[in-house]
C-alpha cells in the first residue's frame, strides 16, 4: 500500500501482480485498512463497500453500475464505477493517482489517460465540474477525493412497495421455472425492481442467484462471476435478518470455494427460519457439488418436502441416495420426482425441465428403451438443464447418445467443472476421447 501523501503516478503504470478474486476479508483487516483518517483504500476488493451508497443527492448502486436522482438515471462503465467505488471506500480523504490505477487497473500497463478519461465520465455523469466541484475534487499534486456532505444512508427502510413485492415473487416464479431465458427474464424481473428501491434486499439476493445460475449453466458469464458476491452481500447488508439473503450468499460463497464462510451463512438462514424450502434446496445442491452426499440427501429432501410442486430437489436427492447405495430412499425419491414432474406436465407440456427431469426418471427406473428414446428428441434442442439427462443415459448404456447430449448442453454453456468432477453417474464416460475433450474445454473457460 502506498503513502498517499508522498507518491504519485508515473506516466505509464503498471498494476501489481495481485489476487484479484473477491475474498471475505477478517473484520481486523477492513478495520486497519479503515484507520488513518479514511486516506487510504484497501488492497483486498472486499474491504471496498460495494453497497448501495449516497452521493449528495445522488444514489450510487455499484453492482449494478447505476447513479440516479429521482427519475435520472446513468450508467457508468465498470472502470468508471471502480473509481467512484474506491474514492467513496477512503471516506472523503485523498486518493492518488498511482493507488486508482492500482485498484482499477490490477495486473496491467496503462497511461494515466485511462484515468482521466474516468474521471471525466463520473463527472459527466453527475453534473459535476472539475472548477467548481460539488461531488468529485482533484487535489493538486496528490489524488482526487469525494466531498460528502452527508453519510451513506440505509435505503432499507422504505415502505413495503406491494406492487414491488408482487413483482419480487413473479420474478422467483420464473427462476424456479428454470432453463436459459426464464433465468435471464427474472435477472432483468430483479434488476427492474432495483432501479425502482435500491434497497430491496430479496431482490439483490435474486438478482446474485440468477447471475450465478447465468454464469454456470448458460454461459454468460461477462461481469456476472464478479457481480455475484457483491449483490450477495449486498442484500445481507441491506436485511441482516433475511433468511433468503443468508442462503443465497452460501450458496455463492461455496461455488466459490469459500465453503467455512459459505456453512456459516447457511447456518444463519436457517435458524432465522428453519422452514424455508430455497434454503434446504441451496444446501443441498452445494454439498452435492462438494461430494457431501449424505448431507445432500437430507437437504434436498427436506426441501421437497417443504415445496410440494418440487420435482427437481428429488431427482437431485435420488442422485446423492445412489451414490450412499441406499437403493430404497434413491427409488422412492424417483418416484416421487416423477409423479410430480407428470403433474406439471399435464398443466404445461413444454416446460423442459419437467420433461428432462421425467426422462431421467424414467431411465432410473428401468425404463431405458423408452427414456432413451424419447431423449433422443430433447438431446437436439440444445439447453443446458439437459446435462442431466448425461448421466442418465450414461448409467443406461447409452453412451453414444450420452455424450451427444454431453455436447450440446455445454455448447450451450453448461461449465460446472466442480459438479462434474463429482458426477459419478459419468464414470462410464470418463476414457472416452468426447468426454475428456469437453471436460477440458469446462476446465479451461
Same mark, same amino acid.
Given at each position: 500500500?502506498?503513502?498517499?501523501?508522498?507518491? %504519485?503516478?508515473?506516466?505509464?503504470?503498471?498494476?501489481?501482480?495481485?489476487?484479484?478474486?473477491?475474498?471475505?476479508?477478517?473484520?481486523?483487516? #477492513?478495520?486497519?485498512?479503515?484507520?488513518?483518517?479514511?486516506?487510504?483504500?484497501?488492497?483486498?476488493?472486499?474491504?471496498?463497500?460495494?453497497?448501495?451508497?449516497?452521493?449528495?443527492?445522488?444514489?450510487?448502486?455499484? @453492482?449494478?453500475?447505476?447513479?440516479?436522482?429521482?427519475?435520472?438515471?446513468?450508467?457508468?462503465?465498470?472502470?468508471?464505477?471502480?473509481? *467512484?467505488?474506491?474514492?467513496?471506500?477512503?471516506?472523503?480523504?485523498?486518493?492518488?493517482?498511482?493507488?486508482?490505477?492500482?485498484?482499477?487497473?490490477?495486473?496491467?500497463?496503462?497511461?494515466? !489517460?485511462?484515468?482521466?478519461?474516468?474521471?471525466?465520465?463520473?463527472?459527466?455523469?453527475?453534473?459535476? %465540474?472539475?472548477?467548481?466541484?460539488?461531488?468529485?475534487?482533484?487535489?493538486?499534486?496528490?489524488?482526487?477525493?469525494?466531498? *460528502?456532505?452527508?453519510?451513506?444512508?440505509?435505503?432499507? %427502510?422504505?415502505?413495503?412497495?406491494?406492487?414491488?413485492? &408482487?413483482?419480487?415473487?413473479?420474478? #422467483?416464479?420464473?427462476?424456479?421455472?428454470?432453463?436459459?431465458?426464464?433465468?435471464?427474464? @427474472?435477472?432483468?424481473?430483479?434488476?427492474?425492481?432495483?432501479?425502482?428501491?435500491?434497497?430491496?434486499?430479496?431482490?439483490?439476493?435474486?438478482?446474485?442467484?440468477?447471475?450465478?445460475?447465468?454464469?454456470?449453466?448458460?454461459?454468460?458469464?461477462?461481469?456476472?462471476?464478479?457481480?455475484? /458476491?457483491?449483490?450477495?452481500?449486498?442484500?445481507?447488508?441491506? !436485511?441482516?435478518?433475511?433468511?433468503?439473503?443468508?442462503?443465497?450468499?452460501?450458496?455463492?460463497?461455496? @461455488?466459490?470455494?469459500?465453503?467455512?464462510?459459505?456453512?456459516?451463512?447457511?447456518?444463519?438462514?436457517?435458524?432465522?427460519?428453519?422452514?424455508?424450502?430455497?434454503?434446504?434446496?441451496?444446501?443441498?445442491?452445494?454439498?452435492?457439488?462438494?461430494?457431501?452426499?449424505?448431507?445432500?440427501?437430507?437437504?434436498?429432501?427436506?426441501?421437497?418436502?417443504?415445496?410440494?410442486?418440487?420435482?427437481?430437489?428429488?431427482?437431485?436427492?435420488?442422485?446423492?441416495?445412489?451414490? *450412499?447405495?441406499?437403493?430404497?430412499?434413491?427409488? %422412492?425419491?424417483?418416484?416421487?420426482?416423477?409423479?410430480?414432474?407428470?403433474?406439471?406436465?399435464?398443466?404445461?407440456?413444454? $416446460?423442459?425441465?419437467?420433461?428432462?427431469?421425467?426422462?431421467?426418471?424414467?431411465? !432410473?427406473?428401468?425404463?431405458?428403451?423408452?427414456?432413451? /428414446?424419447?431423449?433422443?428428441?430433447?438431446?437436439?434442442?440444445?439447453?443446458?438443464?439437459?446435462?442431466?439427462?448425461?448421466?442418465?443415459?450414461?448409467?443406461?448404456? /447409452?453412451?453414444?447418445?450420452?455424450?451427444? #447430449?454431453?455436447?450440446?448442453?455445454?455448447?450451450?454453456?453448461?461449465?460446472?467443472? &466442480?459438479?462434474?468432477?463429482?458426477?459419478?453417474?459419468?464414470? $462410464? *464416460?470418463?476414457?472416452?476421447?468426447?468426454?475428456?475433450?469437453?471436460?477440458?474445454?469446462?476446465?479451461? !473457460?
Amino acid at each position: 500500500m502506498m503513502d498517499v501523501t508522498s507518491q %504519485s503516478a508515473s506516466a505509464t503504470h503498471r498494476g501489481r501482480n495481485r489476487d484479484a478474486t473477491l475474498k471475505p476479508p477478517t473484520q481486523g483487516a #477492513c478495520d486497519q485498512e479503515r484507520t488513518s483518517a479514511g486516506s487510504r483504500i484497501g488492497s483486498d476488493e472486499a474491504c471496498r463497500e460495494a453497497v448501495v451508497f449516497h452521493l449528495g443527492e445522488w444514489v450510487i448502486n455499484p @453492482a449494478i453500475r447505476r447513479v440516479n436522482r429521482g427519475s435520472e438515471v446513468v450508467r457508468l462503465s465498470p472502470k468508471a464505477m471502480g473509481v *467512484l467505488s474506491a474514492l467513496h471506500a477512503a471516506r472523503g480523504g485523498v486518493v492518488t493517482r498511482a493507488e486508482l490505477l492500482d485498484e482499477v487497473w490490477p495486473n496491467v500497463t496503462v497511461g494515466e !489517460e485511462v484515468l482521466t478519461h474516468a474521471i471525466a465520465e463520473i463527472r459527466k455523469a453527475l453534473g459535476d %465540474s472539475s472548477r467548481d466541484p460539488r461531488y468529485l475534487e482533484t487535489v493538486h499534486k496528490s489524488g482526487y477525493r469525494l466531498l *460528502l456532505d452527508r453519510p451513506a444512508q440505509d435505503v432499507s %427502510s422504505a415502505v413495503l412497495d406491494l406492487e414491488l413485492h &408482487a413483482a419480487y415473487l413473479d420474478a #422467483c416464479e420464473l427462476f424456479f421455472l428454470g432453463g436459459r431465458r426464464n433465468v435471464g427474464l @427474472a435477472a432483468d424481473a430483479f434488476t427492474g425492481i432495483l432501479d425502482r428501491n435500491p434497497g430491496h434486499a430479496l431482490a439483490w439476493a435474486g438478482l446474485a442467484k440468477s447471475l450465478f445460475f447465468l454464469d454456470r449453466y448458460f454461459g454468460m458469464s461477462g461481469d456476472n462471476r464478479r457481480q455475484t /458476491e457483491r449483490c450477495a452481500r449486498e442484500a445481507v447488508a441491506l !436485511e441482516p435478518n433475511s433468511p433468503e439473503a443468508h442462503a443465497v450468499l452460501g450458496f455463492v460463497l461455496a @461455488a466459490s470455494g469459500q465453503h467455512a464462510e459459505a456453512f456459516d451463512s447457511f447456518a444463519t438462514s436457517i435458524k432465522l427460519n428453519p422452514h424455508l424450502a430455497e434454503t434446504h434446496y441451496l444446501v443441498g445442491r452445494a454439498c452435492l457439488a462438494a461430494g457431501d452426499y449424505r448431507m445432500a440427501a437430507t437437504m434436498l429432501e427436506h426441501a421437497a418436502a417443504l415445496r410440494p410442486d418440487d420435482f427437481h430437489s428429488l431427482l437431485l436427492a435420488a442422485k446423492a441416495r445412489r451414490y *450412499l447405495q441406499d437403493t430404497p430412499r434413491e427409488r %422412492s425419491d424417483l418416484v416421487k420426482a416423477s409423479l410430480r414432474a407428470n403433474a406439471k406436465l399435464d398443466l404445461d407440456p413444454k $416446460d423442459r425441465r419437467a420433461l428432462c427431469d421425467k426422462l431421467c426418471c424414467m431411465v !432410473e427406473l428401468g425404463a431405458a428403451g423408452d427414456g432413451a /428414446e424419447a431423449a433422443a428428441d430433447l438431446v437436439r434442442d440444445p439447453d443446458p438443464n439437459h446435462y442431466y439427462l448425461v448421466g442418465a443415459l450414461a448409467r443406461a448404456g /447409452e453412451t453414444g447418445l450420452a455424450l451427444d #447430449c454431453m455436447e450440446t448442453v455445454v455448447a450451450a454453456g453448461w461449465s460446472h467443472g &466442480a459438479w462434474l468432477a463429482h458426477d459419478l453417474d459419468v464414470d $462410464d *464416460l470418463r476414457q472416452e476421447p468426447r468426454f475428456r475433450r469437453l471436460a477440458t474445454e469446462i476446465r479451461t !473457460e
